[in-house]
């Protein structure tokens, strides 16, 4: 089956620092890619949807130079909390889906636990 | 807008016992419907969709899922649940020409006792 990986698994950073989170696709090209939030005991929240090579389209209420989103290539996306802040500390998930059209199945990473202190 | 219940947050079953999970949702037309597994460490697995057609829809892992438009539900159900199927379930929603944006539940805890 398709498999979308997330590095790192976790990560814990001070206030004020930047940290990048990549979701890459490892035996598909994901023409999109989305980024998920999700909050203890709560749902998955969509914050941005990616096009390789195209700029993300973020989700209302998102701050777009806050989650820098970079969908460089067919395989590889990186989410970029700039300037993090103890309130950005989450359980970030990204999902790969390989095509347009009708239905395209979304294949979702293990998600990425950001600490900020 | 669309929205999804999951009105259980929850859930704690015998192994062996049937489990019905419970998944309302808001939408003005007919939506794709989904059902996702979440277990520590691994990411969402999809179990079972809806687009049309035949409303019993079959998945993976033995479940299935009703979708009853008359109550805008539809609940996933296992007729003997594994201890295995411990872990988080999503009911999702994805409204037509949303470029497949999925829109998730809550989520429901299952804990299997054996």
């Known amino acids: 089956g398709a498999v979308v990986s997330q590095h790192p698994s976790w990560v814990i950073c001070k206030s004020g620092t930047s940290v990048k989170i990549e979701c890459r696709s490892l035996d598909f090209q994901a023409t999109t890619m989305f980024w998920y939030r999700q909050f203890p005991k709560q749902s998955l929240m969509l914050m941005a949807t990616?096009?390789?090579?195209?700029?993300?389209?973020?989700e209302q209420g998102v701050e777009k130079d806050k989650f820098l989103i970079n969908h460089a290539s067919l395989t590889l996306s990186t989410l970029t909390v700039t300037s993090a802040h103890p309130e950005d500390s989450s359980f970030y998930i990204c999902?790969?889906?390989?095509?347009?059209?009708?239905?395209?199945?979304?294949?979702f990473g293990p998600g990425t636990r950001l600490t900020v202190l | 807008a669309q929205s999804v219940t999951q009105p259980d947050i929850h859930i704690t079953v015998s192994e062996g016992a049937s489990l019905e999970l419970r998944c309302n949702y808001s939408y003005g037309a007919t939506p794709y419907l989904f059902w996702y597994v979440q277990s520590p460490g691994q990411g969402l697995q999809l179990l079972l969709k809806y687009f049309s057609g035949d409303t019993l829809v079959q998945g993976i892992k033995g479940f299935e899922a009703e979708f009853k438009r008359s109550q805008s539900s539809f609940n996933l159900r296992k007729p003997s649940v594994h201890w295995s199927d411990a872990a988080e379930y999503f009911c999702?929603?994805?409204?037509?020409?949303?470029?497949?944006?999925?829109?998730f539940g809550t989520g429901t805890r299952l804990q299997v006792t054996l």
């Open positions: 999702a929603v994805e409204g037509a020409g949303t470029a497949s944006k999925l829109t």
């Open positions: 990616s096009n390789e090579g195209s700029k993300a389209t973020y």
């Open positions: 999902s790969a889906s390989p095509g347009q059209g009708f239905y395209n199945e979304q294949f």
